[in-house]
């Protein structure tokens, strides 16, 4: 295993499905991130895990509910969402030390979401 | 807003020939780094450039960095049809604590 895994790479569910996406570093980084990516606009960022607590959350609505049990897996619980939340949802990680961001952001290669 | 933008949206060359994508910032900057995308793939970090570093260079990449203008470039330099792919640019600075903020990103098509 390298990398950033990200599993489903596809996923299609209805609007009162629930579903998770799942992430796994294994590069031993202590900061995960969820991205999502809709055609034609930037990357938004969703949330920042640092060493295991979420430290950043971009007014992303409730039904997206992230989780983080440990440093190398990272969770985006999905329930009831809009056929706007279609998307690509890109994990990532990094390794930040003594405050310093350096940003270096390693990406998994997502799933993209179709609800419908 | 510390959002990036990229110009142009799109750029066709011809392979063997130079790239070159700019990017423009608002507010003051930590570093700055560019990642390239392939379609329907993650983004790959290509290179960081920092705020007191003017210029970078990778292999066939070179990255200026102008923070008086607030504006980066990516130059590609004898470009080969493997590199066509979407480029952005992401900024970052400490007060916003690991939040890298992507541009639009540059769609770079390179023909055989």
């Known amino acids: 295993e390298t990398g950033v895994t990200q599993t489903p790479r596809h996923l299609v569910m209805g609007m009162t499905n629930k579903k998770s996406l799942k992430c796994e570093q294994h590069?031993?980084?202590?900061?995960m991130y969820w991205y999502k990516q809709s055609a034609k606009k930037p990357l938004e960022l969703m949330f920042v895990?640092?060493?295991?607590?979420?430290?950043e959350n971009n007014s992303v609505p409730s039904r997206f509910s992230p989780e983080c049990p440990n440093s190398s897996h990272l969770f985006l619980h999905l329930h009831t969402l809009q056929p706007e939340d279609s998307a690509l949802y890109l994990c990532?990680?990094?390794?930040?030390?003594?405050?310093?961001?350096?940003?270096?952001?390693?990406f998994g290669e997502g799933s993209r979401l179709t609800v419908l | 807003s510390q959002q990036g933008e990229e110009d142009p949206q799109a750029l066709s060359i011809q392979e063997g020939e130079n790239a070159t994508m700019n990017c423009s910032y608002k507010t003051s900057i930590n570093n700055l780094q560019w990642y390239r995308q392939n379609s329907g793939r993650g983004l790959v970090h290509l290179i960081l450039i920092r705020s007191n570093e003017r210029e970078k260079h990778s292999g066939r990449l070179r990255v200026t960095l102008d923070t008086s203008k607030k504006s980066s470039s990516l130059l590609i330099t004898a470009s080969r049809a493997a590199d066509t792919a979407s480029y952005f640019c992401a900024t970052i600075h400490n007060t916003n604590a690991g939040k890298s903020t992507f541009g639009d990103g540059t769609t770079l098509t390179v023909k055989p």
């Open positions: 590069l031993g980084h202590n900061a």
């Open positions: 895990y640092s060493l295991e607590e979420r430290v």
């Open positions: 990532a990680s990094s390794q930040e030390a003594g405050g310093s961001w350096t940003g270096e952001l390693f």
